[in-house]
């Protein structure tokens, strides 16, 4: 079983940026891939990224492609996703997932899930 806790979320205004933390403790695999969603009220969760076990291959939604970073640090056991720009439309509940199998932007296709970091953008 694998643990996940994010962190860093928090207030920031329109235009500023945020890093948020996913550090991920318990049993891994060897091809484990890491993913980020995110949850604003009174709609569905929505794919943001996912990034491979080296990261060397990452994938951004359309929504913050060139906005968002994924990015990794496996000596610490730790994901990042790194949002600059941010708009209003970015609050949201950010949620990190581990899938011990695949690459993938379906959230039914991860098998653990963090308890969500509150990102909110004022103006």
């Known amino acids: 079983q694998v643990q996940l806790v994010e962190s860093g979320g928090g207030l920031v205004q329109a235009g500023g940026s945020l890093r948020l933390s996913c550090a991920a403790s318990?049993?891994?695999?060897?091809?484990?891939?890491m993913g980020w969603f995110r949850q604003a009220p009174g709609k569905e969760r929505e794919f943001v990224g996912y990034i491979s076990w080296t990261g060397s291959t990452t994938f951004h939604a359309d929504s913050v492609r060139g906005r968002f970073t994924i990015s990794r640090d496996n000596g610490k056991n730790t994901v990042y996703l790194q949002m600059n720009s941010l708009k209003r439309e970015d609050t949201a509940v950010y949620y990190c997932a581990a899938s011990g199998r695949v690459l993938t932007s379906n959230p039914s296709l991860y098998d653990y899930w963090g308890q969500g970091t509150q990102v909110t953008v004022l103006s």
């Open positions: 318990g049993s891994t695999f060897s091809s484990d891939a």
